[in-house]
Structure formats: C-alpha cells, structure tokens
C-alpha cells in the first residue's frame, strides 16, 4: 500500500502528475465518499422510480379518466422538462416555500435537505420513464392470457400483480437497465446543489489540491468503469430472468 | 317415472350487441349435467362470444344464463364464486410463460381459493399426470409443444375443480400431430362424466365426444341434434352449405 | 422450441397499440394545461402573499413579464447550444457509426470503444472536461483561433452525441435485411457503393425518429451549461430573482421556464411518435 502511495508522489515531484488520491488519506475518503454517495443516491433513486413505474403504469389502467389523465400529465411534464430546472425548481422554488423546521443546533432548516430533494426529483424523472417502460411491456402480453387469467377468478390487481407486472418486467428489463444506467449519469446534476456526489467530491479536490487535469481524467476513467460494471452485471441478470420461448 | 337429468348451464334468450352489431340474437338452450356440447359454425358465428358470455368475460346485452343455478347475467355476480364452477381454455397464450406447468396449474387455487399449498401442490401433480404430463411439471410454457401446453392449460383449469369446462378451439392453432393429443384428453374428461361446452372445427371429433352439436350462423342458432344426425343428415341448407365446406 | 408461441413480439405489440385521444392528447393529457395552472396559481398565490407587506408595488405577473425577455434571450442561446451541438455531433457521430459496422475489425473495434466511453461518460462531466482542459486557443495554419466557453460547451455536448448518432447509426445499417446486400453484390456493386446507394437511404427514414428523441434530449441537456459557468436562460433566471429578491416569485420564474422547454420539446417528442406509428404499418 505505501509503495503504491510512493509510486504517487514519485510521479507528482518527478513529473507533474498529481493523483493525490493516491497518496493522501484525505484526498482518498472524499473521493471514496463522494464515489459511495453517487451508489447510494443511484441505489434509492432507482428503487424509488422502478415503484413509481409500477404504480403509474397500474392507475393507467384506472377507471376514471381524471386519473388517467393526471398520469398522463405526470408523464409528460417530466419526460419534457430539463432534469437540472426539475432539480432546481423543486430545491429552490418549492423548497423555500415550505415551513422551516428546527434541527438538532436549534437553527431554523428546510424540512428537506438538498439530498432529499434530489433523490425526490431524480426519482420523479427516473419514475416517468419507467412508467412508459412498463406500459410498453404490459401490451406485449396477449389479450388472451389477460383473459385466461380472470376466468381463473383473478382480480385485476392479482391480474396485475402476478402476471401482468413480471411479465412486462422481464419483456422490458433492456429498457430498465439502459433507464438504470441513465440515471446513474444524471446522479451528477446533484452537484449543482452542493450534494457530495462523486462529481462534486472530485471538484472539492482540485479546487483545493489544483491538480484539475488528472481529477478530470480519474473522474472520467472512473464514471466510465462504473458504468461499464453496471451494464455487466444488468445483462447477467437479463440473461437470469429470461422467458425461455420468448425472443424478442 | 323417466326424470331428467338435471340442466346445469341454461341459457335463455340470450343477446349480446357491440354497438349497433347484433352478435348473438336469442340463443337458448341448456346442457344437462355429465353432457358435453359441441357447437360449431363459420367464424364470426358469434361462438367465442357465446362462451365468453357464459363465464361473464362478456357482459350479456340482455337474456339469462344460469350455471348450477348461478345466473351469469347479473351485475352483482359474485365472479369468484362463478369462475370456481366454470373452467375456460383458450385457444393460445393460456398458460403464464414465467411459471412452470406445475406452478402455472398450482397458482389460482392458491392465490385466488386460498387453498392450501401442499394440497394444492398434490392434486396439481394429480392433474398433470392425468392429462400425460408428469414429468413436464418443471418446463416452462416456452419449452412445451403447443398441445402440451393446451393439455397443461386444462389441466390448471380442473385445479379449480369446474362443475362445467369451456373449449374455445383450443385445437385450432395446433399442427395435426399435436391436435390428436389434446383431443383425446377432452375426450377423456367428457368420458369422466365433466360437462363440457366446446367450440371446435373438429367434426370427427364432434362425432365422437357430442351428445349434442348446435351450429350457430350470424349469431343465431340455425340447427341442433344429436351429432349422428346433424353431421349427416342435416336438415337446414345453410347446415349442409357449412358442412360441405369443412368435411 | 414451441409450436405455440408464448408472448406476442415487440412489434405485434405495438400495433395493437391504440392511438392517442386525438387532440386531448396532442396537449401531453393536458401537461401543459397542469403547468399553465400551476403558473397562473403561483402567480396568483405571490400575489397574496406579497399584497400585505409590500403595498402599491408591481404583482408577480408583471414581474415576470418584465424578466420574461432577458430570460427568454438566455434560452435562445439553450437553443443556439443544441442546434450547433447537434450538428457537429451528427456530423462526427456519422463517420463514427459507418466505423461501426465496417468490415476492418480493428476500426470496428476502435468505433466500438470510442462509442461505449462517450455513452457511459456523464454528459456533465464531459463538459466539465471540455471547460477545463480546452485551451483557451488553438493555432491553426492560418491563426490563431480563440475558444471561447462557449465553443468549448458546444464541443463538450457534441461528444455524446455523436456517440449516440454512431448506435442510431449502426442500428439503422444493421436493421436492413441481408438481402439488400446480397442483392447489390450480385449486382457487382462495391460494399462502398452499396452502402452509400443502397443501404444508407432506407436507413435515414428509420434514423429520423430516434435522432429527433435525441435532439430534444440534447436541448434539455443545454441547460447543464449554466453548471460549467457559462450564461443561459438558468443563469439568467437566477440573477433576475436574486435582483427582485422577492421568494414568491421562485416558484413562477422556474414554472415559466419549464414550459417554454416543455413547449419546444413535446411536440418534437410528439412527431417523433408519429413518425415512428408510420413506420410500424409501413414496413
């Protein structure tokens, strides 16, 4: 471990290239942090919107037109609208309307911090697509099947529930990942509002420690091979949750 | 004194319009229990619209049907009360292709009866031996072969244990090799005493199994009998024109 | 193995699909009317609020209005943004996708890696890399050239999508039959002839939707400019309610700026559904 950490300033005081995530424990765990804050807004934002899709894509089949209409609108107004003005305007715009609350200094704060917010609007955004996702997979399972299932005396939640939601789950599960891997991208628009996500961590870094190019290419580097990661393991899970004699 | 045996499904008057289309005008008749029907006719005869009207999959326009003296043409029809007497097989996509057979046959009685598991776990490989399965309880829909996967479904339709099973063409989609082996199942089941409502093209098949053949055109029920009578000497033109086509 | 199949296909699927509620849903099942709403309410809303503390001074629709062409500058220049960035991305992202699926391995291999780093890479940070690590100039033969932020933001955009233009690419020439290319071969035709005479001009149709989803992800991506420091309709947004100074006008000011991109972005998302409806039935 320290011979890697000499090899590191070895290579800042022989050649200008200045990893000091390398060498300096501190530098290392707001990175670490920062990489670690990014898994879990990804992680619960994810859990988040894949519920949102499943509840959306049930009440698009409601009886009432209104609700109908209001998923609709749910819909569209979040796949249209820039991610970074949906942040803002649920931090800034909404977020200052609430009642502030005292915290545990005795200082008035928002009821919700700023991690808070994002993992509301990333989910909100994440959410709307899912909720197509589903739609599309719902309709690719057969009328038919629908109906041998209601003459089994199932409901239509318990229709939804035990056919409808796994079926269209795996039919879809290409677009959720490819959802997935998207959202863990726009996971840095977070750092606008100061939330320590792993952009913001190594932005921290080089303001202080200058070294921009190599954060720059080790943040890159690193984004690049996390991703990759996430796309390995989705396609084993897709090969798991295959419906041996359906092929797409 | 002769008695009847007793009329388990008695349709009566029964109409069914989409929109201005009138899809079923007046049908009427009944199916004693233990019998088994088969009603053939052109497509677009109405006959799927018949027996989806019967498991209340269709809401009737007007008219009564009443199974084992449950009238199916009520709003206020308890549906799993209903769909416990009435098996319906379809004639695709029936079975739920993330399921195994076994599973597939075990999930309603579980899910929708709340039986219990290993009873229900039981009779489902009960059933599935019964319709030639046995070994296939583990394959999924998507590695069976179509009339496998037709006898499965009927199979998870007795899991519910009908009084009365609806066949909507299951054979249709079928090649020839696999329609014989699911033929010879229903026919199986009619010989067990099940009252059975079949829609079909099979005319050889109708000879064999029906205790009575009705051919429906236009929604209408031209002609009935026994199928010794009506396959050979039918009586309507538009009987013969029909028969003359298939045969 | 079945004789019977067990799902419908994709495409089946989608046919059956029906088609929106006419011109209720031409309008995102009103959307837009929820937003308008909810605008007109704020306003209304910062009104009341506003009315006992401040007296005779202007409502926040007047405000508003009174910002609303600043703004509305900041997001032409969003626009701007997108329309170059897409232009230099589909320009690059086209040689890149004809890399693709060409018959070198090693330019296929190189196009394939090329195009996985810039569709796994954040869009944010890739313009965080153009900002900081373009040089302020480049020396060309003939001068020198100045790069000012803005360039660098267009470069920056450019880059994914030209990785994503290269998938929409490959997916288009890989989407045409065998037999378009056996039959040109037969014809005595070069790959090269084939590809540019035959292949390519029935893949533009199939191209269009798919790139137009990409447009209108791109334009709401423009914004992400303001992150990096450069001035657009966010930046700009933001000074006018820092100058008023007024909370209730927070919530208006970004509703207001949230519809003119939801205004610009349905309705291309709009025709791209349509567009791919048609070509469903057709083909």
Partial sequence: MERIADFFRWLNDAHGVNLSIFYDAFDRSRFLEGLWTTVELSTICTALSLAIGVLGAWLQGARFGLVRQLVQAYIQFFRNTPPLVQLFFFYFAIGNELPHVLDEHGMLVPPISNVGWAILSLSLFAGAFNVEIFRAGIEAVPRAMVEAAESLGYSRLGIYWHVLLPLAFRISLPALNNNLVNLVKTTTLAYAIAVPELLYAAAQIWSEVLNVREMMNVLLVTYVALIAVLVAIMARWERALRIPGYDP | MQTEPAALVVLSRVEKRFADTVVLRDISFSVARGKSVCIIGPSGSGKSTLLRCVNALVPASSGSIKIDGIEVNDPALDKIALRRKVGMVFQQYNLFPHRTALQNVMMAPIHVLKQDRHEVEARARRLLAKVGLAEKERAYPGELSGGQQQRVAIARSLAMNPLVMLFDEVTAALDPETKKEVLVTIRELAEDGMTCMIVTHEMGFAREVADHVYFTEKGVIVEHGPPGELLARPREERTRAFLNQVL | MTTLPVLLT??????????????????????????????????????????????????????????????????????????????????????????????????????????????????????????????????????????????????????????????????????????????????????????????????????????????????????????????????????????????????????????????????????????????????
């Fill in chain 3, 10 to 283: 994709p495409g089946k699927a989608a046919l059956s699909r029906p088609s929106g509620d006419g011109w209720r849903d031409l309008f995102g099942g009103g959307a837009l009317g929820v937003v308008l709403a909810a605008l007109g309410i704020s306003i209304l809303a910062g009104n009341a609020h506003a009315a006992p503390s401040l007296g005779g001074s202007p409502g926040v629709l007047a405000i508003l209005l009174k910002w609303a062409p600043l703004v509305f500058q900041g997001f032409l220049f969003n626009l701007l943004v997108s329309v170059l960035s897409m232009l230099a991305g589909t320009g690059l992202g086209l040689w890149l996708g004809l890399g693709r699926v060409s018959q070198l391995q090693v330019l296929r291999r190189v196009s394939g890696a090329v195009i996985q780093f810039f569709r796994n890479a954040p869009w944010l940070v890739l313009l965080f890399y153009c900002m900081f690590l373009l040089p302020f100039s480049v020396s060309l033969p003939f001068g020198t050239v100045p790069l000012p932020d803005a360039a660098k933001a267009v470069i920056g955009l450019s880059l994914p999508v030209m990785a994503n233009v290269a998938e929409i690419v490959r997916g288009g020439v890989q989407s045409i039959p065998l037999e378009q290319w056996e039959s040109g071969e037969a014809l005595a035709f070069s790959r090269r002839q084939i590809l540019w005479m035959v292949i390519l001009p029935q893949c533009l149709r199939r191209m269009i939707p798919p790139w137009m989803n990409l447009y209108a992800i791109l334009t709401m991506s423009t914004t992400l400019i303001s992150v990096v420091g450069i001035q657009d309709s966010m930046t700009l947004a933001r000074a006018a309610l820092v100058a008023e100074g007024r909370t209730e006008l927070f919530i208006p000011m970004y509703l207001m700026l949230l519809s003119w991109f939801f205004l610009y972005c349905y309705p291309i998302a709009r025709g791209t559904a349509a567009l791919e409806r048609g070509f469903r039935v057709r083909i």
